[in-house]
């Protein structure tokens, strides 16, 4: 966070922009370097007592990621109202009044539902600030504004949503891939509350991904404010540091430009002229130099004579030799470049030095007080720093501690730098990523820049992270029919346990009750597959190719003791029905096995399982289908139907006796 | 009195360095430091007169002339307390003032020109509105289309106004009988930095010899002349001009969105200002009535 951008550290930015849009307390949580972090802040405007916004500082060495710090903020209890939740690198000049009103009103409004609300910013795919790292697809609710589906799409060709996210009620709903997520979230005090109890919850991502997943449980939801004309940028990688850094010089986010001088530091006052030059004091251009368009020169920096320079930012304190060619160079402070060197694209730290004739391809770092050797050209992506390769690195961040680099040179030996990486007279060791992790590697090397624009490299390794991700979102969500498969093998595994193991009816009843509630079937699907699966139960265990008699004799016994499971739940005559419906449907696809279709029948009414009145009346039903007459017609069918019908006359006449 | 003189400096010149195009912060400052010395001067016994250095003889012969301002005088501060009350109400006065010329210079039946949105010149022709029937077309000045907002004010006073594109002010301009506008700055050769779109404006006006009035209060007269280009100009965010939603072309092309013009003072006719009507030529005149020559550079 105390990174230079345009001479002025991130941090600033954050708090400035803070400050404009009216916050009044502000809480830093710092983990690494947070002395420094500190002791700059306390140097700076907004420490005074006249600032309208009080920083405090949280520093603890134990914060891993965001959600470290959330949920000591839920044990501390440090802030009770709505706040607003920002990373230390962003950079904006929104004014967040709008957004907190909506925000507010929502809450008010439904009671506390609205747990966050997420700025996103109008931006075409291919702008250079929206990080590739970072691209997300939001699903929301054009109404309410409400976030239905949120994913990550770095390295995705296709895109999966959820068929429920369409299913329900809501009526216009929005894909849009048109949105840079600004990392400015306003969060309820509930936030912290959610991050104690999902202790898994790491990022923001996680967060949001938890809670539209457990949305209905726990009533939940998120929305989403999406701005036009502000701007709102995260540096996330130095691609990014790139893209807001020219845009802070295009003054896209004025008023934050940087002859504003937001900061009040003496040393930072520049001024604008025409094509976006700013030059601070004192500085000194040799003749034939040229600044082209978008350069920042710091104070007290002296340029040599022929050098063209484009689209850079230089820091205080430099020294720039002759005939130089700066592109999209991003020089700190302190700088010493010799003549005739040509830097691409490149950063380079406090400090540094670059000898004579040295060219700097595309997309290299060089660390503070690294000194690069006469002559040499670096190529594509390199990063020199003085951390010698072989230490074991504890820190993930790729610009190197130079205090620790002292205390370490002591303990190992003074081991040579190597000359082909940084020329005869350099100083400085190639920084490659620990060779132990293969899958760390690439998301270090890609997040020290980022994936790369233009080539079509794909990244594997978190390809796999939004597979995973995706599961979980189609099994919630998948149709019915699934379901009721599974439930079918269920109830088919349970009854076969059931015979294996001579388990009680009762016992049976209640695991087929428990799986119908796990399973969310409704009473006539879970008739109609219990009648099925108990039909189909000989088939399966004995040969498929069975013939009527051999079927039904295995069928009896089956049947005569799970007669109770049937009596549980065939109770009203539309239970009937549906048994016989699926009677019907499975003889339909068994016609080998019609013929004792009449049996099976008799069985039913014998074991009291089925009524007559049901039975007549499902045979005469007018409006079945084809096949469903065809059974009808069968021989031994009608027989038994009418065997029926004489035995109600019979009772009936009975009765009346 | 010199301490108080070099606070003041101080504060002056870190406000204007935060936003060196809001001239009138320094040309407050100036007044006031101008109070100061004559407040001061007044009780040292000098006459108002000699300080002008009106005469060449004067000139040459009051050369290296350096006040001390060390003497305390108690009545200094009432003094310069009553002083700069004096200048606050006239401050509040500049725009009626300013509108009780109108009926001098709007005729009826005229056809006015006027550019964006300004206050002066909208108590300007809403005064001559009151007693003389006239039309109004407004150029709608891009980006910001401020130009909008005053067509509405000014229809509300049921003037006819009509809006136009800043493309069709020349095509426009043989119709038009005066061109009114209002300022930002005026500069001490009688230039101005006006809205971007003003200097179009002015050089089809003279095209078709239509003569160009400036709507300004005193208070916008800054001493500077304009030898550094850069000093007043603003350029805000290119949102205005090519938003942001654009998409890739953005981080291969260059957006400048200016706010000000720059208008030389041959393209001027008439300056009028709440202590009356006055040629640009001579506008040098009334700054060393204003401000005081030590203080041109704050």
Redesign the interface.
Same mark, same amino acid.
């Given at each position: 966070a105390l990174l230079p951008m345009a001479n002025v550290a991130m941090i600033d930015y954050t708090l400035e922009f803070l400050t404009a849009t009216g916050v009044e307390e502000t809480f830093v949580f710092c983990c690494w370097k947070s002395a420094e972090i500190k002791e700059h802040l306390q140097k700076s405007k907004w420490c005074r007592h006249t600032s309208p916004n009080t920083v405090r500082f949280v520093t603890s060495d134990l914060y891993r990621s965001l959600g470290d710090v959330l949920r000591d903020v839920d044990a501390k209890s440090l802030v009770r109202s709505d706040f607003i939740l920002v990373t230390g690198d962003v950079v904006s000049n929104f004014n967040i009044t709008k957004a907190l009103e909506e925000h507010k009103l929502r809450r008010k409004m439904e009671k506390n539902v609205s747990v966050m609300t997420m700025i996103f910013k109008e931006s075409s795919p291919g702008h250079h600030a929206r990080c590739k790292e970072d691209d997300i697809v939001v699903a929301m609710d054009s109404a309410t504004n409400r976030v239905l589906h949120y994913q990550r799409t770095q390295g995705l060709k296709r895109f999966r949503f959820p068929m429920s996210l369409f299913q329900n009620s809501i009526e216009n709903v929005e894909v849009r891939h048109d949105l840079l997520d600004c990392h400015i979230s306003i969060c309820s005090p509930q936030v912290a509350e959610l991050f104690t109890d999902n202790f898994d919850y790491q990022t923001r991502d996680d967060f949001v991904r938890g809670l539209l997943v457990n949305e209905e449980v726990l009533g939940n939801q998120i929305h989403m404010h999406v701005t036009t004309e502000e701007y709102g940028a995260h540096i996330c990688n130095l691609l990014m540091y790139e893209a807001v850094c020219s845009d802070i010089i295009r003054r896209w986010v004025y008023p934050l430009t940087p002859e504003m001088n937001f900061s009040d530091d003496k040393n930072q006052s520049y001024t604008h002229s025409k094509h976006n030059i700013y030059r601070g004091v004192d500085i000194s251009l040799g003749q034939g130099s040229v600044l082209e368009e978008n350069v920042l020169v710091g104070q007290g920096t002296v340029i040599g004579s022929n050098c063209s320079i484009t689209n850079s930012v230089i820091g205080q304190n430099c020294r720039i030799g002759d005939k130089v060619i700066l592109e999209g160079a991003f020089l700190w402070d302190g700088v010493h470049i010799a003549d005739n060197v040509e830097i691409c694209h490149s950063v380079i730290c406090d400090e540094a030095e670059v000898k004579e004739k040295v060219k700097l391809k595309p997309r290299c770092v060089l660390s503070s007080q690294v000194v690069v050797g006469p002559g040499i050209t670096l190529a594509e992506g390199t990063v020199i720093s003085l951390h010698p390769p072989d230490e074991e690195e504890e820190d993930d961040d790729q610009f190197s501690d130079d205090s620790g680099v002292n205390k370490e040179e002591s303990k190992v030996k003074l081991k040579g730098y190597n000359k082909k990486d940084v020329g005869s007279e350099g100083r400085g060791y190639l920084w490659k990523a620990d060779d132990k992790n293969e899958e760390d590697e690439e998301e270090q090397r890609q997040s020290l820049w980022g994936p790369a624009m233009h080539s079509e490299e794909e990244s594997e390794s978190d390809s796999d992270l939004s597979m995973g991700s995706e599961e979980p979102d189609s099994r919630s969500a998948s149709p019915q029919l699934d379901d009721i498969k599974v439930f079918q093998n269920e109830v088919l595994g349970t009854l076969q346990r059931g015979e294996e193991e001579n388990i009680s009816c009762d016992n049976l009843v209640l695991e087929i009750n428990s799986l119908k509630y796990a399973y969310n079937i409704g009473l006539k699907e879970m008739m109609q597959v219990l009648s099925k699966v108990i039909l189909e139960f000989p088939l399966q265990q004995l040969d498929a190719n069975l013939d009527s008699q051999n079927y039904f004799s295995a069928l009896l016994p089956l049947l005569k003791n799970w007669t109770p499971l049937f009596k549980n739940y065939i109770k009203r005559a539309s239970d009937h029905l549906n048994a016989l419906f699926a009677i019907e449907e499975f003889f339909l696809e068994h016609d080998s096995l019609c013929t004792s279709i009449a049996k099976v029948l008799m069985t039913f009414y014998q074991l009291e399982i089925l009524e007559e009145d049901v039975i007549l009346n499902w045979f005469s039903l007018r409006d079945t289908s084809d096949k469903g007459k065809q059974l009808r017609k069968n021989q031994r069918l009608q027989k038994f139907i009418q065997w029926l019908e004489e035995a109600e006359e019979e009772s009936s006449d009975g009765d009346q006796d | 009195s010199g301490e108080l003189m070099d606070l003041i400096r101080t504060e002056g010149q870190r406000m204007t %360095? %935060? &936003?060196p195009s809001e001239t009138t912060v320094g040309n407050m400052v100036r007044r006031v430091l101008k109070v100061i010395r004559e407040e001061y001067g007044r009780l040292h016994g000098r006459s108002e007169e000699s300080d002008q250095q009106e005469s060449l003889h004067k000139l040459l012969t009051s050369g290296g002339l350096s006040e001390d301002f060390s003497t305390p005088y108690p009545p200094l501060r009432a003094n310069v307390i009553e002083a700069i009350n004096e200048l606050l109400i006239e401050l509040e006065g500049t725009t009626d003032n300013i509108a009780m010329q109108a009926l001098e210079h709007i005729h009826s039946n005229e056809v006015i020109m006027t550019i964006g949105y300004s206050r002066t010149v909208e108590a300007f022709l809403k005064e001559a509105a009151r007693k003389r029937k006239f039309q109004v077309i407004v150029a709608e000045c891009a980006p910001f289309c401020q130009g909008h907002e005053m067509a509405v004010r000014l229809s509300k006073e049921n003037i006819e106004t009509t809006v136009m594109s800043d493309a069709a002010i020349f095509a426009v301009m043989s119709r038009v009988n005066k061109v009114i506008v209002g300022t930002k700055t005026i500069l001490a050769n009688g230039a101005l930095i006006a809205v971007s779109g003003t200097h179009t404006l002015a050089l089809a006006a003279k095209h078709h010899s239509t003569p160009l009035i400036v709507c300004a209060p005193m208070f916008k007269l800054s001493p500077q002349f304009p030898n550094e =280009?850069?000093s007043f100009?603003k !350029?805000?965010? @290119? &949102?205005e001009v090519l @938003? !942001?939603? =654009?998409? =890739?072309i953005? %981080?291969k092309i260059?957006?400048?969105?200016p706010v000000f013009d720059y208008v030389p003072p041959e393209l001027i006719t008439l300056f009028i200002s709440n202590i009356g009507g006055n040629a640009p030529s001579y506008i040098y005149r009334l700054m060393s009535e204003l401000y005081h020559p030590d203080d041109y550079e704050l």
């Open positions: - | %360095a %935060a &936003q =280009e850069d100009h !350029f805000v965010s @290119p &949102q @938003p !942001f939603t =654009e998409g =890739e953005l %981080a260059n957006v400048h969105c």
